[in-house]
């Protein structure tokens, strides 16, 4: 409700103001940092410091070419990223490691994590390092300080980079021209995924089996695992949707961030369909930096293994994390493989399509498997869970009719072809204004119903 307030007054006076641009970006960048502060004001003076400090190696970097100064600049602004990064999110986790494995005790800070700071982080390391490349160009300080801090992706993503946001500052935006029934589509169906599929899922089903792995038997657990598996898009992707949304109403177009993943062939097709934006983040700021597959199999391998496990541990500073993360490089590092060893093995006259279908089941139980582990508050409920999938017993009740539905529901709508989305938003286009209206209040008093006055949930990715 608080957001909805907020956001119904920086609409109108955004676009009122949009036309006197010495005006709008004073106010969509104090609206931006009102709205981070809302969390905790404190946390305003990271994000601000870390605008700073980006803006002014980019301009050092833009102003000396690529000479030895640049790239220390380069490193230097980096060094402080990730090192600020660290010490919120990571110095309590390796103090705890290291105390653990040495019998030492070096206590902890236990620092609360900035809301957004992963996201906002990576933003600032591709915008310095993509201006050092010369792919995109030095950013005017007011404008940097707006894609910094910009509140509809601010918190939890996409990851916009600024090639793709600044110069949508500068082009005029005409308030008639904004495609409303798509952003109006992607806030309701957000909303939609996360009140309806995400929350009740999460709550009624995910949470007491992961609680207390112990009590449930295998089929409550294994539908826990699918559970969990959509549970965790329908919230992130209900996140990135009403995002892309608001940035929408705004006259802002942001990348997408998700293609129906659970559709996918391999892990290396998933990562394409998965947190897109994370997924070229990292390919293009770790994988390929690291050499690639530009150095032969085993150097594949590793570069594989290290960019998921980074990747993992970026997720949160923890074990469970960084297993996650290796399952998924393992397995990509096997994928890569295979075509060598499948050509050892005897010729199959097995149908493309029945192969398609076993790479398809494959792939989402591999990711089921490593969900597990990003669930899981600590390595000892992870495996609890997983040895729990065989285990019999009676049934406990979490698993409901209505739960079942919304599993099936949610992965059956994967294979819904995009073309139908459009079909729907035409014909929304279509319908009176108070038709469109009156659609759009149901569906708002149905969410409020099924909610049952405890409003929306936090969103999962939040604590990244």
């Not at 309701?188 to 112990?214: C, E, N, S, W």
């Not at 559970?227 to 940035?247: E, H, K, N, P, R």
């Not at 994988?287 to 290290?306: A, D, E, S």
């Not at 204004?433 to 929306?456: C, E, P, T």
Request: glycine share 8%.
């Amino acid at each position: 409700m608080q957001f909805a307030l907020f956001f119904a007054v920086v609409l109108p006076l955004s676009w009122a103001l949009m036309p006197r641009r010495l005006l709008w970006r004073p106010f969509i960048l104090a609206a931006s940092y009102y709205f981070y502060a809302a969390a905790d004001w404190r946390y305003a003076f990271l994000l601000a410091g870390s605008t700073i400090v980006n803006q002014t190696a980019a301009t050092v970097i833009a102003h000396h070419g690529k000479d030895k100064l640049c790239k220390a600049v380069l490193i230097a602004a980096i060094s402080l990223d990730l090192g600020a990064l660290g010490v919120f999110k990571y110095l309590d986790f390796f103090s705890d490691s290291v105390s653990s494995s040495l019998g030492l005790s070096l206590g902890l800070l236990h620092l609360v994590l900035p809301v957004g700071v992963s996201f906002y982080t990576f933003q600032a390391i591709s915008y310095v390092v993509d201006v050092h490349r010369r792919r995109t160009p030095l950013a005017k300080p007011l404008d940097y300080a707006i894609y910094a801090s910009f509140f509809p992706h601010l918190v939890a993503g996409p990851i916009v980079r600024a090639s793709e946001f600044v110069p949508q500052l500068a082009g005029p935006r005409d308030p008639d021209r904004v495609p409303a029934a798509r952003a109006f589509g992607l806030i309701a169906g957000g909303l939609v995924k996360k009140m309806v599929v995400a929350d009740v899922i999460g709550t009624r089903l995910v949470a007491p089996v992961f609680g207390t792995p112990q009590a449930h038997n295998g089929t409550e657990t294994l539908l826990a695992v699918y559970g969990y598996a959509v549970q965790i898009y329908c919230d992130f992707s209900a996140y990135t949707d009403m995002a892309v949304g608001l940035a929408l109403l705004l006259g802002f177009r942001f990348p997408d961030n998700f293609d129906r993943p659970y559709t996918a062939r391999s892990l290396q097709d998933f990562w394409r369909r998965w947190h897109m934006t994370l997924s070229r983040w990292l390919r293009d700021y770790l994988y390929i930096p690291l050499g690639g597959n530009r150095g032969g199999g085993l150097k594949t391998y590793r570069n594989l293994m290290l960019t998921m496990l980074l990747g993992g541990l970026w997720h949160g500073a923890a074990w469970t994390f960084v297993v996650w993360g290796g399952i998924h490089g393992a397995g990509l590092a096997v994928e890569r493989a295979w075509p060598a060893v499948a050509e050892k093995l005897p010729a199959t006259k097995i149908p493309s399509a029945v192969k398609t279908a076993a790479a398809r089941l494959l792939t989402f139980h591999v990711v089921c498997l490593a969900w597990v582990f990003f669930r899981a508050p600590d390595l000892g409920t992870a495996f609890a869970v997983l040895g729990r999938l065989s285990a019999a017993g009676p049934a406990t009740g979490v698993v409901t009719p209505t739960v079942l539905l919304l599993i099936a529901a949610a992965l059956a709508v994967q294979w819904i072809p995009a073309s139908v989305g459009v079909l729907l938003r035409t014909a929304f286009v279509t319908l009176p204004v108070y038709a469109q209206g009156i659609s759009l209040g149901v569906l708002l008093l149905a969410l409020a119903a099924v909610s049952g006055g405890r409003g929306v949930a936090p969103f999962i990715y939040f604590r990244f």
